[in-house]
């Protein structure tokens, strides 16, 4: 029986779904494989609360608590209340809350009677059971095949015509029997390419000038500048940090995952690269190994932010092997998840605990990815040019000497039961401690900066407490346990080190860090990490593989770049030539833009989408080329104005017979404010800055962007959680984004300097042209003129102005 379920989720939410087999396998078994089979798995010796959620009978018949699910009651179910924390001891997982949408997805499931098709024995879960697609019939699959342009298809009205673009898209309408829409007028068009390429909106006076420019060439010149104005970096660069995760803290900060505070460089170095229009296959590679890319400057080095700042979650050292190294393996996970979902759009993590279901991904091939990361270690890098030896001691003291302060504090502040034993080890970290720096002191003399760093980590006798009424105030961009960005010159990053997890202590779980040493990883069965299978050798996916799939070199983070865009080079094309084509026209070619698997959609145009990337790659992996060839289009020059036939035929838009009309994103709908206010900072690069601040007045790209305590309007405005790999955003329509532009001090704030702008004019009259033309760049219409000025003979030039930041006209493209 199947049940249907209506979720009205203002946060991207399931929306109506069917709630049965199949959502069980796509929503609820991937989080109880990664979060819950560590500690409730039938491989287990003692299973925690003796809580089995590997199978259908243990997930019935709950723990040592008592049942768990009341299927069709989420409300009376105790695992709700355990994933809502709603009670203060019994939180799961206790690594982290799961997010909005997950937990979302098991009420739904519940809701729905809690189908679960697995078997009832662990025997039988256990039994080898043949999954998914084979390797040799996956490399038949659409999206691995080879790319080549294709010749345009006939089309009976070519005069429509401007790119080979238009041939694809003219003969699927002409198909479907939908005409194109008409040309967007010149003032839209001048706006929507602002926006599209820089995120800023076009000054009056260039929409006028735009306008009168009668030369065949004039909206190709305009694109031209855009594409080497200063704010094209900044735009385009955001785009790439939705894919790449980026933020400058953890989900949590406790002792031992504390906030990047030199994420911001790699930022920057992502907007430097792409306005600078690095190709992209050297863009990614530089982000998985600028360290040991032949030709990469130091300044390339802020590329590893890609991992080196990438989430971790807190290993509490007082827990046992098994859980930390499950934490570890979370990680790993983590990074395996960002690479092939965000690079080569395929869902690889899946195969964690089992070959994968549907896609041709066996769980040696996850494994054999995961080993890159498991002899990949997150440590500062400095700017400055250093020998090799002197950079790699430096990092692998630092990430060493981090760990030690870490314990040494942890013994000596909760020592337990055992004061006097955990007064000795505090003693023995502190010591080692204090070796490694004293080994370091050459750096004194020659890079006291980088001496510095490292002598923080030594544990220090506790500062007396300040004078009554004299304690210092933190930095205003500096909110409870979270630390802002630092212009120290170093970047966070990455360097060669095996990680192995020491349990041989009872009391303290110690870590084994071999800088150059790689780890093979080893097969673990529903990710269990106590019962490890068969060796995993670092390498590349079997079915997208030339040759030996194997990494012999290092970590292998170098050969798994150099395999993505060598054997895997048609499938990297088609995502990232879908991801642009996506963030263009508000829909991709491939609605599933991080799944290109079997679980993923087909094409709407396969022929486009092969044919853009073939060129792509032919022109040089160049994303400019590929602005120019879709901006330059009749298909992205069409008006977005709604036709009756068109709806009739097309009620979304599939085959393109019209420009998509949608809301803004969060960083241009409140940089266009700014803009339009004239306090916006176009300064480029730097340290982040609170968005929260009243005063920051910096593009939206360069404010903090953190895990565990995003920006309100960032959150309001639909902004990807940075804790994973974001395939897209979901833009969605609020209440709450309403009483935003109503009652927040932002928009007030403003919206009283856009006032203050005009408040010099003669009259109401040329008060009112003035906002109009700051704020949506055009003259009010005659009877938009009679209103306003009929408005202020009650009402406030600020409030009026306030009003006009918060029309339609602002929020939405052209």
Request: aromatic share 8%; hydrophobic share 40%; net charge neutral.
């Amino acid at each position: 029986m199947k049940f249907w379920v209506l979720l009205a989720l203002s946060a991207g939410g399931l929306n109506a779904q069917t709630v049965d087999n199949a959502f069980f396998e796509k929503e609820i078994r991937p989080i109880l494989v990664k979060q819950c089979f560590g500690c409730h798995s039938s491989t287990l010796k003692t299973p925690m609360g003796s809580l089995l959620l590997d199978t259908k009978a243990g997930m019935r018949a709950g723990g040592d608590g008592g049942p768990i699910i009341v299927p069709g009651s989420p409300d009376s179910s105790r695992l709700i209340e355990a994933l809502e924390y709603k009670d203060s001891e019994l939180r799961m997982p206790p690594t982290g809350k799961l997010s909005a949408r997950e937990i979302e997805a098991f009420r739904t499931w519940i809701a729905g009677g809690a189908p679960d098709p697995r078997e009832d024995s662990a025997a039988a879960q256990s039994a080898p059971v043949k999954r998914g697609m084979d390797i040799e019939t996956g490399r038949k699959w659409w999206s691995f095949q080879p790319v080549r342009e294709a010749q345009p298809p006939q089309v009976r009205d070519q005069s429509w015509t401007r790119r080979k673009i238009d041939f694809f898209v003219l003969a699927r309408l002409e198909e479907n029997k939908v005409k194109p829409s008409p040309e967007a007028d010149a003032a839209t068009l001048i706006q929507r390419a602002y926006l599209d390429l820089t995120g800023l909106r076009s000054p009056y006076e260039e929409v006028k000038a735009f306008e009168k420019d009668r030369a065949p060439d004039a909206y190709e010149r305009l694109v031209e500048r855009l594409l080497d104005s200063a704010q094209y970096g900044p735009r385009w660069g955001r785009y790439w940090l939705d894919v790449a995760r980026f933020a400058e803290d953890n989900p949590t900060s406790e002792a031992t995952n504390p906030p990047y505070p030199f994420a911001w460089r790699y930022r920057d170095w992502v907007i430097e690269a792409v306005s600078h229009d690095v190709p992209y296959d050297r863009f990614v590679k530089l982000q998985l190994a600028a360290d040991q890319l032949p030709g990469a400057s130091r300044e390339d080095l802020r590329a590893l932010g890609y991992l080196g700042a990438a989430p971790v979650y807190h290993k509490d050292a007082r827990l046992s092997k098994d859980v930390i190294e499950t934490l570890f393996t979370d990680d790993w996970d983590e990074r395996v998840d960002a690479v092939s979902r965000g690079i080569l759009g395929l869902t690889v993590a899946c195969a964690r605990c089992h070959d994968h279901k549907f896609d041709p991904i066996p769980t040696k091939d996850y494994y054999g990815l995961a080993g890159v990361f498991a002899s990949t270690v997150q440590a500062p890098r400095p700017l400055a040019a250093l020998d090799p030896r002197t950079e790699l001691q430096f990092m692998a003291a630092a990430q060493r000497m981090f760990f030690l302060n870490y314990a040494s504090n942890l013994m000596k502040n909760e020592p337990g039961t055992k004061p006097e034993e955990s007064r000795l080890k505090s003693e023995k970290y502190k010591a080692e401690d204090e070796r490694i720096l004293a080994e370091m002191a050459p750096l004194q003399d020659t890079r006291p900066e980088m001496y510095a760093y490292l002598a923080r980590m030594v544990p220090q006798p506790p500062s007396p407490a300040p004078p009554a009424g004299n304690v210092p105030r933190p930095p205003q961009n500096q909110r409870g346990r979270q630390r802002g960005a630092s212009p120290e010159p170093f970047t966070n990053s990455v360097f060669d080190a095996g990680m192995w997890v020491d349990g041989s202590d009872p009391d303290l779980t110690t870590l084994d860090m071999k800088p150059g040493v790689p780890r093979d990883m080893h097969i673990l069965p529903h990710g269990n990490v106590a019962a490890p299978g068969a060796l995993a050798p670092r390498q590349f996916l079997s079915v997208l593989a030339k040759s030996d799939p194997q990494f012999h070199q290092g970590s292998g983070r170098l050969e798994l770049a150099e395999r993505i865009f060598a054997d895997a080079a048609p499938l990297a094309a088609r995502v990232i030539v879908n991801r642009v084509w996506a963030w263009h026209f508000g829909k991709p070619l491939v609605v599933t833009t991080s799944d290109f698997g079997t679980q993923g959609e087909r094409p709407t145009h396969p022929d486009l989408l092969d044919d853009l990337a073939a060129r792509f790659i032919a022109n040089g992996w160049r994303l400019k080329w590929l602005h120019r060839e879709i901006m330059l289009s009749a298909t992205y020059r069409q008006a977005s104005h709604p036709r009756d036939d068109g709806l009739k035929a097309d009620a979304t838009n599939r085959w393109l017979w019209r420009m998509n009309p949608r809301r803004l994103d969060a960083e241009a709908f409140r940089d266009t404010v700014l803009e339009a206010a004239a306090t916006l900072d176009l300064a480029v690069g730097g340290p982040s800055t609170d968005l929260d601040a009243v005063d920051n007045v910096r593009r939206t790209v360069f404010g903090r962007v953190s895990r565990g305590n995003p920006n309100t309007m960032l959150k309001l405005y639909d902004f990807p959680e940075a804790t994973q790999h974001s395939p897209s955003r979901e833009l969605t329509t609020t209440p709450l984004q309403q009483l935003f532009v109503m009652n927040s001090a932002f928009m007030q704030t403003q919206a009283a300097a856009l006032a203050k702008r005009v408040a010099g004019e003669a009259n109401a009259s040329a008060k009112v042209r003035g906002l109009y033309r700051r704020v949506l760049a055009r003259d009010p219409s005659a009877r938009e003129l009679e209103l306003a000025t009929s408005y202020l003979k009650g009402g406030t030039l600020e409030q009026y102005a306030q009003a006009l930041l918060s029309s339609n006209e602002v929020i939405f493209w052209p």
